[in-house]
Structures are given as structure tokens and as C-alpha cells.
């Protein structure tokens, strides 16, 4: 007893090495499992003595369940506080590439636990709005897509200023140079990556869409983007038919010239430098097949062959996947020919 009592005053008194670590407590977990967990984090070293402290100490029984981030340092005693009274809790937002501003503030609110209604005005905040010089209404596309730990309580301000932030972080000094060669603005640039970012699928792509576009917008071509009328349009649809073509959004690039309004999403790096280093391409039509890739061309002519080609690879997919829709252009984007159909001037099979 004496040499277990010994045992626990040496193991309770804290790790040397510094810095944090990050703990999960499942739901409605067992003593057993915390003290595993914390012993996976690198914060107790003997799982089976933090049980016999905890109980000793009588804290076994009200460990509040969550993602904890704390002190390596703490000491046993530290982490049990921390453990019953909810401190170092920690919720994680994460943003992947691509998502548009609802999703975001559906994430922060669900995450978080904050009114959605908080984080609908956080994104609109004038502040960042005025300090990104964005001529829109709010941070749809400045909002960096990442993963953000934020501490137990935190609000939808500090969630969506963090976010502004990393965008801050993120955006190199060459890239504002950049901007000046291209002729476009960072909000322009930003609005191409949106694009581009919800449009491909293969990574090595993004710098050939990105050059379609903006031979499109030289030529004065609308750019009849598929993903910025999924925008526009009052819910998310994966595929599009000719009616949705006509909906009336300033974000419809089917019957507006030059690029949308403002970005539709958060681009990723990679988007973004594909908006600002497009690939030198002849290509003003690209169409989509099954597997995820386009094919790209410089003249209507040669786009019909590859519409026809992608119309027979959709086809023969669908008899393979015929329920499978969530990822196949819409009806506008495999059943027209373009010398003869509304979106006749379109890069894709339209």
C-alpha cells in the first residue's frame, strides 16, 4: 500500500515536457477509457494508478465528455479539475475547400452550439468586410477552409474572425503582385478560385479551367459555369437542367457577362494559385466525364465531338449506376448539343 501511495505521489505531480496535448472523452465513458485516452495524449503515464487517484479523490464519477486541449505540465490534480469543471474544452470547425458560406455557418453553429443567427451576422461583420476592401456583402470566399480549435464558449465573432485571420495569414505578398499582371483584383481572383475550386475534380486540372475562364472572359464569352448557378439557385441541386439555367441571380453566369458578384465558396490554395497562374491553354469549352476528368477544346466543332463522346460515357454510366446522380452533370450539361440547344456557347457539354 505504502509503495502504491508512493507511486501515485510521483505520478500525479505532472509530465517535464512542455507545451499541450489533446484528449478525447466519448460520451458517456467509463474511467476506464478517459484515463486510456489521456494516457494515448502523452498526459498520464500509468492509466490504472490516474484511476486509483481519481477515485481516491472521488472525481471518477463526473468527467464531462469532449475534446480537452491541456497542459503537459498540469499534473494529475490539474487534469481531474479540468476534467469535472469542463476547462481546456476545446470544439473543432472544420471548413474543407469548397464549402460555400451556409455551409459554413451551419458548421460554426452546430459545432460551436451558437444561435445560427449569431453566425449569419458574424459573416457579415463590416469590420473585416472594410479591412479585405470586399465590394460584397459579406465573407463568402474569405473565410480560409481549415480545421480551428476553439476554446469551451467561444462565439460566432471569434470562429469567423479566426477564419478571416488564417485567410490573412494565407495570402502571400507575390500573390498581390501577381494580380497586377493578370489585370484582375484579389476579389476578381478570389471569385475565379471559388469557381474553379467547386468545378474540378482531378487536381491537376485547376490551372487549365482557370485558363478557359479567363479566355472566356477576354473573349467576352459568358462563362456559363455550372457551379455559380448552383449558387444562385434557393437550395443545392448536383445536377442542373435547362429551367435552372434561367434562374435570375446577379451570380448566373449564364446570362451574365464576367465573372459573378463574388466568390460562391472558400478556395483552397491550390485554387487560388490556379486563378492567379493559369495554364496557358488555346481551350475555351471543356465537358465532364464520368470519371472525373474533362476534356478540353478550342472550337465549338471540336467540342461537339467531345460532347458526343461524354453523352455515350454518361450513358453507359448510368446503366451501370443508375441511381447514382449526386455526381453527373445535369441534363443541361449532357443532353445539348451546342449549335442547337439554349446553352449553345458553353465549355461544357451543354
Same mark, same amino acid.
Given at each position: 500500500m505504502i509503495v502504491l501511495a508512493s507511486s501515485i505521489l510521483v505520478a500525479c505531480g505532472g509530465r517535464t515536457t512542455a507545451g499541450t496535448a489533446?484528449?478525447?472523452?466519448?460520451?458517456?465513458?467509463?474511467?476506464?477509457?478517459?484515463?486510456?485516452?489521456?494516457?494515448?495524449?502523452?498526459?498520464?503515464?500509468?492509466?490504472?494508478?490516474f484511476r486509483i487517484y481519481a477515485k481516491i479523490r472521488g472525481g471518477g464519477r463526473s468527467i464531462r465528455p469532449g475534446t480537452y486541449v491541456l497542459r503537459r505540465d498540469v499534473g494529475w490534480k490539474g487534469i481531474l479539475d479540468a476534467l469535472n469543471g469542463g476547462k481546456g474544452l476545446v470544439h473543432t470547425v472544420t471548413i474543407p475547400e469548397g464549402f460555400s458560406l451556409p455551409q459554413i455557418v451551419r458548421a460554426v453553429s452546430v459545432r460551436l452550439q451558437v444561435p445560427v443567427e449569431s453566425v449569419e451576422a458574424a459573416v457579415r461583420d463590416s469590420t473585416w468586410r472594410r479591412r479585405f476592401d470586399i465590394p460584397s456583402s459579406s465573407l463568402e470566399g474569405y473565410l480560409f477552409p481549415d480545421t480551428y480549435t476553439l476554446p469551451e464558449g467561444s462565439s460566432a465573432a471569434e470562429a469567423v474572425s479566426l477564419m478571416a485571420r488564417r485567410f490573412e495569414q494565407a495570402w502571400k505578398p507575390e500573390w498581390t503582385a501577381r494580380l497586377d499582371t493578370l489585370g484582375l483584383s484579389r476579389h476578381d481572383a478570389l471569385t475565379l478560385a471559388s469557381i474553379v475550386e467547386r468545378e474540378a475534380k482531378l487536381p491537376e486540372e485547376r490551372p487549365v479551367i482557370a485558363g478557359v475562364y479567363l479566355n472566356r472572359l477576354r473573349d467576352g464569352m459568358r462563362l456559363q459555369a455550372d457551379p455559380t448557378v448552383q449558387y444562385a439557385l434557393p437550395a443545392h441541386q448536383a445536377r442542373l437542367f435547362y429551367k435552372d439555367l434561367r434562374v435570375k441571380s446577379p451570380y448566373?453566369?449564364?446570362?451574365?457577362?464576367?465573372? *459573378?458578384?463574388?466568390?460562391?465558396?472558400? !478556395? %483552397?490554395?491550390p485554387s487560388i494559385v490556379a486563378a492567379l497562374y493559369p495554364a496557358r491553354v488555346p481551350y475555351k469549352y471543356f465537358v465532364a466525364f464520368p470519371d472525373g476528368h474533362h476534356e478540353f477544346r478550342a472550337t465549338v466543332r471540336q467540342h461537339e465531338v467531345a460532347v458526343a463522346a461524354a453523352r455515350k460515357a454518361w450513358?453507359?454510366?448510368?446503366?451501370?449506376? *443508375?441511381?447514382?446522380?449526386?455526381?453527373? !452533370? %445535369?441534363?443541361?450539361s449532357i443532353a445539348a448539343t451546342p449549335a442547337t440547344k439554349p446553352a449553345t456557347k458553353t465549355k461544357r457539354a451543354k
Open positions: 489533446r484528449a478525447t472523452i466519448p460520451r458517456n465513458a467509463t474511467l476506464r477509457v478517459a484515463a486510456e485516452s489521456l494516457s494515448s495524449a502523452g498526459l498520464v503515464g500509468s492509466p490504472m494508478l448566373n453566369t449564364y446570362i451574365h457577362k464576367g465573372l *459573378p458578384p463574388g466568390p460562391i465558396a472558400s !478556395p %483552397g490554395v450513358a453507359a454510366y448510368y446503366l451501370a449506376h *443508375p441511381i447514382d446522380t449526386a455526381t453527373a !452533370p %445535369g441534363a443541361a
